[in-house]
């Protein structure tokens, strides 16, 4: 199983930030599928998850400004998070959530500046 | 949210080192805690699961124990290749909370 982020590296502020997560050698139909952040020198935070029948969970600090759809014809799912400030600044990973996280994207960065 | 409070924050060890780490969380979790590894610029890596599981391909030197609110991860006999930050990770609940990071450096 292989995951790859992509979306814009810069993202100014107030705008929406949107990635999109690549999945090959499995189908995103089966298990969870989730969105980590992590600021530049600082931990791990979990940002939400959708599982295999299309339901979602946000983490409440993020709940009002995060969206996480899939397209499974594409076997894809995506994060959109809106009216970014500097503090949304990380590097952003997917991953398969099974439900330890046992297969992981290998980030993307996105700044969030003007 | 459950909080998770890793310890020591940052250690030093030598090659062939036992090193622990400790997890704990402020309710219990049962066994649902995970562990990772991480080094500079790359994602975190699965190293235990269900508290005491070995992901497939991590090396036996790599050993989970606990349950409740009290874990530990242990490397029976550090490796130049360990030195990296690990991070704990609860399942239980959401929002799925992880520890703050324990550097383990060279000594």
């Known amino acids: 199983v292989q995951l790859q982020e992509s979306g814009p590296g810069l993202v100014k502020p107030s705008e929406t930030l949107s990635l999109t997560c690549t999945v090959s050698?499995?189908?995103?139909?089966?298990?969870?599928w989730s969105w980590i952040r992590q600021p530049p020198g600082k931990g791990l935070e979990w940002i939400g998850y959708?599982?295999?029948?299309?339901?979602?969970s946000y983490n409440p600090s993020l709940k009002s400004r995060v969206t996480i759809s899939a397209d499974t014809s594409n076997n894809q799912f995506s994060l959109k998070l809106s009216s970014v400030t500097a503090a949304d600044t990380a590097v952003y990973y997917c991953?398969?959530?099974?439900?330890?996280?046992?297969?992981w994207g290998q980030g993307t960065l996105v700044t969030v500046s003007s | 949210d459950i909080q998770m409070t890793q310890s020591p924050s940052s250690l030093s060890a030598s090659v062939g080192d036992r090193v622990t780490i400790t997890c704990r969380a402020n309710?219990?979790?049962?066994?649902?805690l995970n562990w990772y590894q991480q080094k500079p610029g790359k994602a975190p890596k699965l190293l235990i699961y269900?508290?005491?599981s070995l992901q497939s391909g991590v090396p036996s030197r790599f050993s989970g124990s606990g349950s409740g609110t009290d874990f530990t991860l242990t490397i029976s006999s550090l490796q130049p290749e360990d030195f990296a930050t690990y991070y704990c990770?609860?399942?239980?609940?959401?929002?799925?909370?992880f520890g703050q990071g324990t550097k383990v450096e060279i000594k």
């Open positions: 991953a398969r959530t099974t439900p330890s996280y046992d297969y």
């Open positions: 050698g499995g189908s995103i139909s089966s298990y969870y």
């Open positions: 959708i599982n295999y029948s299309g339901s979602t």
């Open positions: 309710q219990s979790i049962r066994s649902y």
């Open positions: 269900a508290a005491s």
């Open positions: 990770q609860q399942s239980y609940s959401t929002p799925q909370t």
